[in-house]
């Protein structure tokens, strides 16, 4: 199966922007949707379709997409942003899917 | 309102079999993928596998191919993970999600925390 590989860990200044990368060979056939989890909590959906917002996700949340490059970015990151981030897309495979690593997000 | 509840934790010895369900509500259970998840403790997500309800049409991640099956009973919209044969290794909090009409999973379960231990 695929890999989505992503940087273990960014820290982000109250008010500033983060990006957080997600690279694998699937992105460049596949959209990739992003997940938010905090401590003890299920992960939640906060970009789908390359740059979709649930209902309810802020619209500092964006999402991009090059080649076999996903990326997730905060504008005005705020403290309860603070929380791992997963990037998710289809495998190569028909209807199987794979996760990214994950990115730990600190704001300071 | 859309909404998995998930079963309880369960606390289990190696070599045991278990059975965790995934109830769907407020919305047609049988016409949307449902996917399990799993969270090693301290590591991230892992994709298991998908079931469409509806014809019960299953495909799994090759890591848990034959060391779990995903099962859906679409007369009580709830979906099934099950081992066989239980290990520590298994020790984990497992989540069920829909994949809606886009293609991602947009409603999350609770999580059941699985512990397998002598």
């Known amino acids: 199966s695929s890999e989505l590989t992503q940087d273990p860990a960014v820290s982000v200044a109250l008010g500033q922007t983060v990006r957080i990368t997600c690279q694998g060979d699937s992105l460049r056939k596949y959209y990739a949707s992003w997940y938010q989890q905090k401590p003890g909590q299920a992960p939640v959906l906060v970009i789908y379709d390359k740059n979709n917002r649930p209902s309810g996700i802020p619209d500092r949340f964006s999402g991009s997409n090059s080649g076999n490059t996903a990326s997730l970015t905060i504008s005005g990151a705020q403290a309860e942003d603070e929380a791992d981030y997963y990037c998710?897309?289809?495998?190569?495979?028909?209807?199987?899917?794979?996760f990214g690593t994950g990115t730990k997000v600190t704001v300071l | 309102e859309v909404q998995l509840v998930q079963s309880g934790a369960e606390v289990k010895k190696p070599g045991e079999s278990l059975r965790i369900s995934c109830e769907g509500s407020g919305y047609s259970f049988s016409n949307y993928w449902m996917g399990w998840v799993r969270q090693m403790p301290g590591k991230g997500l892992e994709w298991l596998g998908i079931?469409?309800?509806?014809?019960?049409?299953?495909r799994y991640d090759p890591s848990f191919q034959g060391r779990v099956t995903i099962s859906a009973d679409k007369s009580i919209s709830t979906a099934y993970l099950q081992w066989s044969s239980l290990k520590p290794a298994d020790t984990a909090v497992y989540y069920c999600a829909v994949r809606g009409s886009s293609d991602a999973f947009d409603i999350w379960g609770q999580g059941t925390t699985v512990t397998v231990s002598s």
């Open positions: 079931i469409y309800p509806g014809d019960s049409d299953t």
């Open positions: 998710n897309s289809r495998d190569s495979s028909e209807n199987r899917y794979v």
